[in-house]
């Protein structure tokens, strides 16, 4: 068994899964309390401080909302106060606590400002930007603009630190990239109208101001992108522009023709204007168009070749430049509020000097926002040199289309990407206009790394990608006001156990760009080491405690998570995980009564614990959700190894 045993390498451990956060704040019940730790904020504040003991909410609040300030701001602040205690909010005099919303260049909005303990900005907020304090018997939140108030009610949400309570803060905050948020852009079954809105709703929480909406097998964004949107699914679009607008997020709506426009007919021009007027009227005032996964070396029609010359990048690139040149100036100038075009190049994964590059970079008008995957469809890293080139080859500072957690390709069949967001270089902010995640086809589970892109696009310096993970499993487990501490902890070392084995992170090559299971690793290359070194005892007593949270996990989580949506995205992978938790607890079994010289009870074990693997290597992914389809994976390669290696050891 020792020599089997030396056969599996040591893994380094990257992140501490059970080293949780303290639940924020202090739980206190009178403005005279003891001063707890800074909350943990997500997305993390450019400036945070304590300014005193935490605020007390008594029933009765009073709520002054300035000038400027919109419903979904109002209602937010109301609700977050509701869920403090407060039982009466009011706009007259008489209550103990008075909460005042507003634009920062509102003298009353200062001032209050000031009162509270916090600090007026000595120049302009940036876009986006606020300033809040609770303090003093009050609170003021005080924004740049619309988005930045709506924005310090958010951050307002996550200081309630007990029933009655708000951490007693001072923050000054804004984001670093100016776009931030999600494509829906991946292959397979899209998401639901009922997850569209859900997602657009939690990007509101996080502070993504950005939503692509881009799915792949939608055929009236691709394949019949020329004819209109069924009445029916145009009324879903308008229902979500108004959810957008709601969460202070911008609704941007794709159309992918590459595949069969013709560049040079007017009558394709006009189809393509019609497609994007449709939802203008709906008030979508943000567009893209991806004209990626296409081929440029043929033409759709022979006009284009007359027009452009025989197929190639280059030409490619003149019709392109043409088409998308005409939507800026012909279709977006001239209509109110519009936002420039955004625009998927068909050479989006690298940084390489080509023809196609040139001629986009030569001819495409400025405004247009390039997105651009990183060195690679899938890239294990992104640098702020690797930015540095982008913007070089393209002329501008581009739009990254971040590959993470899209799992619509060969490497990623049967796997959730769990793991946090990640790879991704401090200081990026400077050299890109902004950021969005490509998410799974599974919307729930795509928010434990969705948390991380929000935090890192927010405020990238300042990015700790264990403690944003931590944040997305409390989130997840429905932590807040209300909740119980100890259900709710219990809840999320479930999560971080599950997360763990759904750690990699595969590329389009043969090596991930993150590790499968790095924490069960590491407590395994302990296990052995010990077992080496003659303590195998106590090697089994340290380790059966982890064995039993990864077997008690899949049913804490359904018990425990607070979003529905999560549970129901990850079914197959808890029913594996509860089979093989039981083989594992079932592996440490049969290795003790070995120890015991219990021979035959020993082979039992070991023979439940094969058949619990194999059942759990039967169980598929759902039918018809994910693309390509296949058997789930529970940390491969890590614990599958343990339970053979144990057995045949033995």
Excluded at 135 to 149: H, K, M, N, Y
Excluded at 591 to 597: C, E, M, N
Aim: charge should be neutral.
């Amino acid at each position: 068994m020792r020599s089997r045993f030396r056969t599996l390498a040591p893994v380094t451990v990257l992140f501490t899964l059970l080293a949780l956060l303290l639940p924020t704040g202090a739980v206190a019940t009178a403005a005279t309390a003891t001063p707890g730790p800074l909350p943990v904020v997500t997305p993390r504040p450019q400036q945070m401080s304590r300014i005193g003991a935490d605020v007390h909410v008594p029933s009765r609040v009073r709520l002054v909302i300035s000038d400027g300030v919109d419903r979904p701001t109002r209602d937010l602040v109301t609700s977050v106060l509701r869920r403090a205690g407060a039982s009466r909010i009011q706009d007259g005099p008489g209550a103990k606590l008075t909460v005042t919303v507003g634009r920062v260049a509102d003298p009353r909005v200062a001032r209050a400002l000031r009162a509270a303990g916090g600090r007026v900005p000595g120049g302009p907020l940036p876009a986006e930007g606020y300033a809040l304090a609770a303090g003093r018997g009050s609170v003021a939140l005080a924004g740049a603009d619309s988005d930045g108030t709506y924005y310090a009610a958010q951050t307002l949400r996550q200081l309630v630190s007990g029933h009655r309570t708000i951490a007693s803060v001072s923050v000054t905050d804004h984001p670093l990239m100016a776009l931030r948020g999600v494509i829906e852009g991946f292959y397979g079954s899209p998401w639901t109208h009922a997850e569209r809105m859900d997602q657009l709703a939690f990007y509101g929480d996080v502070k993504m101001n950005t939503y692509i909406y881009a799915p792949k097998d939608d055929p009236y964004h691709r394949e019949k992108w020329r004819e209109p949107y069924p009445a029916a699914k145009l009324a879903e679009l308008g229902e979500l522009v108004r959810q957008a607008t709601d969460h202070h997020v911008r609704f941007t709506f794709a159309v992918s023709p590459g595949n069969s426009i013709c560049y040079s007919d007017p009558a394709d021009l006009a189809a393509l204007e019609a497609k994007l007027d449709a939802v203008y009227d709906l008030g979508v005032r943000s567009f893209s168009m991806p004209l990626d996964d296409i081929s440029y070396t043929r033409w759709n029609c022979e006009s284009d070749r007359a027009t452009y010359g025989d197929p190639s990048s280059e030409a490619a690139a003149k019709a392109q430049s043409d088409l998308l040149n005409t939507v800026q100036k012909t279709f977006l100038d001239e209509r109110a509020d519009t936002r420039p075009l955004q625009m998927v190049p068909t050479e989006y994964g690298d940084v390489t000097e080509t023809p196609y590059k040139r001629v986009l970079r030569e001819r495409l008008d400025s405004r247009v926002e390039v997105m651009w995957t990183g060195t690679d469809v899938v890239p294990p890293r992104i640098t702020v040199a690797d930015a540095e080139r982008a913007a070089t080859v393209w002329g501008r500072k581009v739009f990254v289309w971040d590959n993470y957690p899209v799992n619509d390709y060969g490497q990623a069949e049967g796997r959730l990407l769990l793991a946090p967001y990640d790879a991704r270089e401090p200081g990026l902010h400077r050299q890109l206009s902004g950021l969005v995640l490509n998410p799974m086809n599974q919307a729930a589970a795509s928010k434990v790394a969705l948390f991380g892109g929000a935090d890192f696009a927010w405020n990238d310096t300042g990015y700790d990608a264990t403690r944003t993970w931590e944040a997305a499993a409390r989130h997840l487990a429905g932590d807040g006001p209300g909740a119980h501490p100890g259900r709710t902890d219990g809840t999320v070392r479930s999560l971080l156990a599950f997360f763990d084995t759904q750690h990699l992170a595969p590329t389009f090559g043969a090596e991930p760009w993150q590790p499968q299971a790095p924490e069960l690793a590491a407590r395994l290359d302990r296990f052995h080491t010990a077992w080496e070194a003659g303590h195998e005892r106590a090697a089994l007593r340290e380790l059966r405690p982890y064995a039993r949270l990864l077997a008690a996990a899949p049913e804490r989580i359904r018990a425990g998570v607070a979003d529905r949506g999560f549970v129901a995205d990850c079914a197959p992978w808890l029913d594996a995980l509860s089979l093989w938790g039981r083989a594992f607890e079932r592996t440490l079994d049969a290795l003790g009564a070995r120890l015991d010289g219990h021979e035959a009870q020993a082979a039992r074990w070991f023979a439940e614990a094969a058949a619990d693997a194999r059942r759990a290597g039967e169980i598929r992914t759902i039918p018809g959700e994910t693309r390509p389809e296949g058997p789930v994976r529970i940390a491969d390669g890590v614990l599958d190894t343990f339970i053979t290696e144990a057995a045949e050891g033995a």
